[in-house]
């Protein structure tokens, strides 16, 4: 709950070099590094609708635009719009008497019909005009764009400008190279023209696209224009007709301007997204399928892999003082974790990996050489975030027992402590370190402190095959302390 | 089903049209009329709990995040695809600042890795959704009023016109008009202005404007009869010089494009992404990967005539 609603203390520098409380970070069991949203790549996994948890295949999502056909949105606030039923009287046939035709009273059956309205602002579907449906869900109306016709004319105009413009490229290209070779060209053996490759190939006929760039009429310009309504001065505002900026642009198509010509908005579908990391293209999060779950099928957050670190209280911040600062660390994992604070500038530089010598890879590395896609590395943050103060990090390894569930409920602290460890319970720690400020500080400013981790992990990736890995790694992570202010005095 | 898949595959992925304006962002696909969304050109960022304007920066790195923020919102509230390995079509204007043009580059090759990028001029492809062969482009932006000549697909770029007279303009003096009226700073929210605005506001007459003879700054923004008294103020101003004597063009006429007036260089994108026009313009990732520069039309690079004895030293 603390992440959810209080501001971040306590955040972790990701591997690209963004600050991140835990809750946001993922940590990618095949690189062993902290990934974050912003340097990871985000893929749509399924098309839904938020309002009836139905899912929805891509392409039919493509196909319908994004929309959902039984649910609808209200063009005036944007509320969910829900169907209401009514009892109608079918219209009776009248007759007139005087004709002399028997008056025949239909004996029909009332007839259940339909209609949108919202809860919210009490918009209805019969406001706009819109006939009542006599099925439940969908059948509304649907409205085409007023200029899809012209713009399909463009359309087509500039594919066969195009195509022009690219058959004279060709042309031009064989007269360039106008000797023919000793070759015999698909065309001369068969007997294949020019038109009838062009068939083959899918492409319309020269004469077709020759003839939409005929028939295309350009615009034309007209020397009047609409002129301002006469009525515009004397006639009373009426505020409730004229739609607001976001009531028009929810349609883009028609942005009406006149309360009168709101239509329901058909419910835009909502994505679950899957997460990968860039490095080496595994998932890192991927949802389960079924819209109505909020579980995931694969889930590597930070929140179940790194230490988590909570400050529990600190001391005010002097310029040139010591202050005391109580820090929790937990261990998410099943494994016991070998723990040990360091100052950041002590984190080893990452080692380079000896590459396996094999033709395969050599080959591969020299195909990379060749892309060169050195200037296609995402951006990273390379300097440190400013800190005021240190941690003076015992020198001490700490071990943290597993994660355990059952642990919960014997509440008996375990009563090893020490000048550092406060307390201990289960796959907690309470630890007390010290902070020292600099002398410099200014007053009033953020007091923060940066402290580096070093953890024992380790990976219960199914190694590949016969493939020895390491199954224990020795990780680090710095995290940015927030300790307020610091005070003037 | 699976044979629309496999077409599906086969097919190229449809491209998107990106355009990121001041206020309002246009953004959709290829191929279709209207775009998909027009939303705030603004993001929530929750470190400070607040919205955020994209177009809100002071350093490249700060614009940076807020494109990517934006990207993203894009991507995966509205248009719901994956911007990996597809194209886009960016609509920009010419008067576009070479940082934003440049992150936003960065941005969408190496965050996003979509594999190409159409980069396209507004007032060309306002005239594009026309297909009339000689237009004056008069767009009026949220900052700026931008005036191009395109004739034949070209921009007259010694002809460019630009005044700071778009609908912050408006805003700007609405927002005067009310506090004046109501004797102190009343710090009115941006949206409640933009509302006022946008029910109220209207482009007066000539014949009435005279009357006023006070010396307010023209009334721009896509408001109820802005054309006419365009028409009517055009045609007022060729016969006063010195316009009478230098210019000899009398006839006004004014187009009307097939898009709302908000959504047309969108529109332009739309169209020119949609046929293979685009696809032999696109700067593609492997080519910006090897050369991380962009096409600009003040960059003597680019703006060089191959006649030019200095185009020789260019190593181009």
Redesign the interface.
């Known amino acids: 709950m603390a992440y959810l609603t209080q501001p971040d203390y306590v955040k972790y520098i990701c591997s690209c070099g963004q600050l991140k409380p835990i809750t946001s970070l993922y940590f990618c069991r095949h690189c062993l590094k902290i990934r974050c949203g912003f340097c990871i790549c985000h893929e749509v996994d399924s098309h839904y609708c938020a309002n009836c948890l139905e899912n929805m295949p891509s392409s039919e999502a493509r196909l319908k635009k994004n929309r959902c056909s039984s649910c609808f949105d209200c063009p005036s606030c944007f509320h969910t719009l829900s169907t209401r039923a009514t009892m109608a009287q079918p219209r009776q046939v009248v007759q007139d008497p005087a004709a002399g035709g028997d008056t025949k009273v239909e004996s029909k059956q009332p007839k259940k019909m339909y209609y949108l309205s919202c809860f919210n602002c009490r918009w209805t579907s019969r406001d706009v005009g819109i006939p009542d449906q006599p099925v439940a869900s969908g059948g509304w109306p649907e409205r085409t764009n007023p200029h899809a016709a012209r713009v399909n004319q463009l359309l087509e105009y500039y594919k066969a400008i195009a195509l022009q413009e690219k058959q004279e490229k060709i042309e031009r290209e064989r007269k360039k190279f106008n000797i023919r070779g000793k070759y015999i060209t698909l065309t001369d053996k068969t007997g294949l023209t020019g038109a009838m490759a062009r068939n083959i190939a899918g492409l319309p006929s020269s004469e077709s696209s020759s003839s939409a760039i005929a028939s295309f009429v350009p615009s034309q310009a007209k020397e009047e224009v609409e002129e301002l309504p006469e009525d515009i001065f004397t006639k009373e505002v009426n505020l409730n007709q004229i739609t607001s900026m976001p009531q028009r642009l929810a349609s883009p198509e028609w942005q009406p301007s006149s309360v009168s010509r709101l239509h329901p908005l058909a419910k835009l579908l909502s994505v679950k997204r899957s997460q990968r990391c860039r490095a080496c293209d595994h998932n890192l999060t991927k949802p389960e399928y079924n819209p109505g779950s909020i579980k995931f099928k694969i889930e590597l957050l930070a929140y179940y892999h790194v230490p988590e670190v909570k400050i529990i209280s600190h001391e005010p911040v002097k310029p040139g003082g010591k202050s005391a600062l109580l820090l929790k660390l937990t261990n998410p994992t099943g494994h016991e974790m070998q723990l040990r604070l360091l100052q950041p500038e002590d984190i080893p530089p990452p080692e380079e990996k000896e590459e396996p010598k094999s033709i395969e890879k050599s080959l591969e590395r020299s195909l990379n050489l060749e892309k060169d896609t050195s200037s296609l590395k995402p951006m990273e943050v390379v300097c440190p975030p400013a800190a005021t103060s240190r941690v003076r990090a015992p020198d001490a390894t700490l071990t943290l027992a597993q994660r355990d569930d059952a642990a919960e409920y014997d509440d008996d602290a375990q009563h090893d402590t020490n000048d550092i460890i406060m307390w201990r319970k289960s796959n907690k720690l309470a630890l007390r370190l010290e902070v020292e400020t600099a002398e410099g500080a200014a007053g009033g400013a953020a007091a923060a402190a940066l402290v580096a981790l070093q953890y024992s992990y380790r990976n219960t990736v199914p190694p590949a095959a016969a493939a020895a890995q390491p199954r224990d790694h020795t990780l680090y992570t710095t995290v940015l302390l927030d300790l307020g202010t610091v005070s003037s005095n | 089903?699976a044979l629309?898949?496999g077409i599906?595959l086969i097919q190229e992925k449809q491209a998107v049209v990106l355009d990121l304006g001041t206020d309002?962002t246009?953004f959709?696909f290829t191929?279709e009329?209207?775009?998909?969304?027009?939303?705030r050109s603004e993001f929530w960022c929750p470190a400070t709990r607040r919205y955020r304007r994209l177009h809100d920066y002071r350093s490249a790195?700060e614009l940076?995040d807020n494109l990517?923020h934006m990207l993203?919102q894009l991507y995966?509230r509205?248009?719901?695809?994956?911007p990996?390995e597809r194209k886009v079509v960016v609509v920009e204007s010419l008067l576009t600042p070479t940082l934003f043009r440049e992150t936003l580059a960065?941005v969408l090759?190496?965050?996003y890795?979509v594999s190409g990028v159409v980069w396209a001029d507004s007032p060309r492809l306002c005239a594009?959704?026309?297909?009339?062969?000689a237009v004056l482009v008069v767009s009026i932006g949220a900052k700026d009023v931008e005036v191009a000549a395109v004739v034949h697909s070209c921009v007259v770029l010694h002809a460019l016109q630009s005044q700071p007279l778009g609908a912050r303009a408006v805003h700007a003096e609405l927002a005067r008009l009310l506090d004046e009226h109501n004797g102190g700073p009343l710090h009115l929210d941006d949206q409640v202005i933009?509302?006022i605005k946008?029910?109220?506001c209207?482009?007066?007459?000539r014949a009435?404007a005279a009357q006023w003879s006070s010396g307010r700054p023209p009334q721009p923004a896509a408001l109820?009869?802005l054309?006419?008294?365009?028409?009517a103020e055009l045609r007022h101003l060729v016969t006063q010089p010195p316009y009478c004597d230098t210019l000899h063009v009398r006839?006004?006429?004014?187009?009307?494009?097939?898009?709302?007036p908000?959504?047309c260089a969108w529109?332009g994108g739309a169209?020119?992404g949609?046929?293979?026009?685009g696809a032999?313009r696109v700067l593609a990732?492997?080519q910006?990967?090897?050369e991380?520069r962009l096409r600009d039309w003040v960059c003597l690079l680019d703006n060089t005539p191959p006649a030019h004895p200095h185009r020789a030293y260019l190593d181009i």
Do not use: Q
């Open positions: 089903m629309y898949e599906a309002y246009k959709g191929g009329a209207a775009p998909r969304c027009i939303v790195a940076y990517v993203h995966f509205h248009v719901l695809v994956n990996k960065k090759f190496i965050h890795e594009l959704t026309l297909g009339a062969p933009e509302d946008v029910k109220t209207f482009v007066t007459s009435r109820p009869g054309r006419a008294r365009l028409a006839e006004f006429k004014f187009h009307d494009a097939p898009a709302a908000n959504a529109l169209v020119l949609a046929g293979e026009a032999g990732r492997d910006y990967a090897r991380p």
